[in-house]
């Protein structure tokens, strides 16, 4: 007798956010409208290899730094920020700059900036070497980044104010709770300013990821390894799930892991594209 179709649940946030549909709309605008001329981008716009790989077939290139790219280029400046400094540097050759950071991204930079500027020592909660988290850094010098409750200081606030922020697809759980372990930690601290910055798309999708989570037999993040907003949801996924795998594409075992379940919930990252969803989602009902 032939089994049942798995039961296949796809979350409602799934698919590109606002912040990245709108960089790689402009970036591939930027595209069609200057054919010929040399259009580069700082490192990938978009923190998915997938849709990096389109825009490379539509003529992008992707210069490490400002150093490698011809004068007379575009440059398209990523959609998670970049560093102040290197933004002056490019302004400073003879490069055409779209600059496609995400309207949120930009003002924490601005809330970096504002914190400073009423004297407080900044504090970023954040992954040290993600692109965002460098980008924050310049616009808040002598800034102190924290990845975990084990990094916090102790004592080190002795009579300052301080301002703390969130990496955007920091998970708000994780945010909050670093707050209370400094605040402990540092009960000295005559000011603090606590700015919740995590994204409200990245809230949205973290609080779909655990609900469909513990629901499911089998949870699948989809999007890539690289980006940080896709890492939280699978590890969110995973702390009530143990059958909590992230998906790149309809490639590896992918088929294996389907097999046999009954109840699969699939949700993605911010900068997965929706037909590469399509296409995990095709695989996934052939093979479940
Ligand atoms: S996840 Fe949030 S901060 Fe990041 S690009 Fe999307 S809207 Fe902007």
Redesign the pocket.
Known sequence: MKRPAAKIVIAKNTGF????KR?VQIAERTLAENPGRNVYSLGPVIHNPEAMRKLSGLGLKVAKSVAGIPEGSILILP??GTPESVITVAAGKRLKLVDVT????ASVKRICRDLCARGRKVVIIGEAEHAEIKALKDSAPGCIIIENEEQVPEGLFTSGKIGIISQ??QSKDRFLGIVGVILKKNPLVKEVDICNTV????AGRQEEAKKLAAQVELMLVIGSATSA?TRRLAEIGASVNGNTHLVEKPAGNLADKVKGTRSIGVISG??TPSWLIEEVIGCIKENA
């Open positions: 956010c606002k912040g990245v960089a959609s998670h995400c309207p949120h991204v955007t697809t994204c409200r798309d990245s907003n911010a900068s």
